[in-house]
């Protein structure tokens, strides 16, 4: 646990769910925990014991990667944690592949709709039709090389990753019930109110109830790692980080002991205190860019051991060099730095 960890507090300590089973951690409402073949390496899933048109179920909030092993876990949890019953809907908190991969396998085999935000909904029917703009394909590797990107390897694999969506999103179901900011969802006679958050994800949608005082957070509020916020190639002038940070504010309006229920990590208290620490985190390393590049002009190549010290694989680097390029365009939006294209096609941000 490092030092900004025990400023939270743990409710269940170290327990976790073992594979294909659940745990409880409110009235109603049933943790699984499943495995990710990624440095982030497992991603919570939620059982919201439900009611819909006379019929006693379950609801689903997200769903893990499309991978047979994701897939047997579920068949596991339908034959023992189900109490007998069957899903009527599953709720998607944003269009990422660890919460979305599996939506379409678990509409289609319990006749169950998808409940998700419009634009993610869309965004995800892009990806996984259309190709990956985000993490792969020219456009990826043209905008990486644009903020200095230079090794011809990492340039090559990122060219060749045209279905890297696709690969873990392999369908998205035809349709949809949209949610958006404000709106309440009776899940078992519970009233769940709709957080909308930005910069993470084009529409990510948290739930908050105020009669359990929990807050299902997705990616928007995670205890122990600060969520990733990028600028990608799809919308290269993007300022998500300010969105980011705007979106956090919401979070001080809940209960200072709301049970956070993350979709990564640990169920926790103290989410007012997160709130602060990642905004100081996000404060402390955009000073330290803004010392860097005040010294000279950097890329977001040479930016991006500022931000992440720790060797980096390529699957980690093109998110660090996301977020690394999320921080430096808040500095050149709020006219902090300038933004210059060189003659060899590069940006470079200094004063």
Known sequence: MNLLERELHYPLGDQLPAPGE?????????????????ALDHINLWLLRDRIDGREGWSVVDCCISRPEAQQQWEQIFETQLQGLPILRVIVTHMHPDHIGLAHWLCERWQAPLWISSTDYHVARVLSTAGDTLAGGEAAAAFFAAHGLADPEALATL???????????????????????????????????????????????????????????????????????????????????RLF???????????????????????????????????DHHRDRLAELLAACTQRPHTAAEALPILFKRALDLHQMTFAMGETIAHLHLLWFSGQLQRRLGEDGVYRFGV
């Not at 409880?24 to 073949?37: D, N």
């Not at 958006?180 to 739930?207: F, K, N, S, T």
């Not at 705007?246 to 229920?261: F, V």
């Open 22 to 38: 659940t745990i409880e951690v409110a009235p109603g409402v049933r943790w699984i925990r499943m495995r990710l073949p990624f």
């Open 159 to 241: 060219r060749a990753r045209t279905s890297y969506y696709a690969n873990m999103v392999p369908s998205v179901p035809d349709r949809f019930v949209r949610m958006m900011d404000g709106d309440v969802l009776d899940i078992g006679g519970r009233a769940w109110r709709c957080i909308a958050g930005y910069g993470h994800a084009p529409e990510h949608i948290a739930l908050y109830c105020e009669e359990l005082n929990a807050l299902l957070g997705g990616d928007m509020m995670l205890p122990r790692i600060s969520t990733n916020v990028s600028v990608h190639a799809g919308e290269p002038e993007a300022n998500p980080l």
């Open 245 to 279: 940070l705007t979106s956090l504010e919401r979070y001080r309006e809940l209960p200072e002991d709301a049970l956070g229920l993350p979709a990564h990590g640990k169920p926790f208290h103290g989410i007012h205190t997160r709130v602060r620490q990642l905004q």
